[in-house]
């Protein structure tokens, strides 16, 4: 099956922006999907698709999309925006619909 | 607005079955898919399977041969079993509503549990 890999933690001043990266192979043939993980906390969907948002989640966040590489893009993060992020995406081999989630970044806001 | 909520023991014995039921409130199980994903301690995210409200499946194939995911449309119900358990099965288990767009190639959970700990040990 697919791997999804995520560098394991990166740091953001307060105010500033900071992305993070998901690669894969599954990711050349469908979108990414973002989940943002507080301590204690179940999971929440942050971006979806080619850009989505749902409804609730700010728009300083966004995702992107080239090649293997699915990105994360904080713009101007806060406080309340560190946390584990992690990827998803379906997996690309075999013929059956299976998931792939990436291993997950730890985002701390300075 | 859709809530899930997981129950089921939070204490396993070594090689016994694991059984936990998610509850979906507040919308109808019909017409979606429903995954379970676990989360070990300090750990990432792992799909278990996902099962269509008509009873298709499909498993994560590292843990197929111990996994069952199966529905009851009456109850609003879905729930998971896996078989065997050890230490190693020791996490937080998720259930979640799991969305696609397949003309768009878009696959996501919009809607999650709350989890539930289940530890395995004798």
């Known amino acids: 099956s697919s791997e999804l890999t995520q560098d394991p933690a990166v740091s953001v001043a307060l105010g500033q922006t900071v992305r993070i990266t998901c690669q894969g192979d599954?990711?050349?043939?469908?979108?990414a999907s973002w989940y943002q993980q507080k301590p204690g906390q179940a999971p929440v969907l942050v971006i979806y698709?080619?850009?989505n948002r749902p409804s609730g989640i700010p728009d300083r966040f966004s995702g992107s999309s080239s090649g293997n590489t699915a990105s994360l893009t904080i713009t101007g993060a806060q406080a309340e925006d560190e946390a584990d992020y992690y990827c998803?995406?379906?997996?690309?081999?075999?013929?059956?619909?299976?998931?792939?989630f990436g291993t997950g970044t730890k985002v701390t806001v300075l | 607005q859709v809530q899930l909520q997981e129950s089921g023991p939070g204490l396993v014995k070594p090689s016994e079955t694991l059984s936990l039921t998610c509850t979906v409130s507040?919308?109808?199980?019909?017409?979606?898919?429903w995954s379970w994903i676990r989360q070990p301690p300090g750990k990432g995210l792992e799909w278990i399977g996902y099962?269509?409200?008509?009873?298709?499946?499909n498993y994560n194939p590292s843990l197929k041969s111990r996994v069952t995911i199966s529905v009851d449309t009456s109850k609003n119900q879905f729930s998971l079993k896996l078989s065997s358990v050890t230490a190693a099965d020791t996490a937080v288990y998720y259930c979640?509503?799991?969305?696609?767009?397949?003309?768009?190639?878009?696959?996501?959970?919009?809607?999650w549990g709350k989890g539930t700990t289940v530890t395995v040990s004798s």
């Open positions: 998803n995406s379906r997996d690309s081999s075999g013929n059956h619909l299976r998931y792939v």
């Open positions: 507040g919308g109808s199980i019909s017409s979606y898919y």
């Open positions: 099962i269509y409200y008509s009873g298709s499946t």
């Open positions: 698709g080619k850009n």
């Open positions: 599954s990711l050349r043939s469908y979108y």
């Open positions: 979640a509503r799991d969305r696609r767009v397949p003309a768009m190639y878009y696959y996501y959970m919009d809607v």
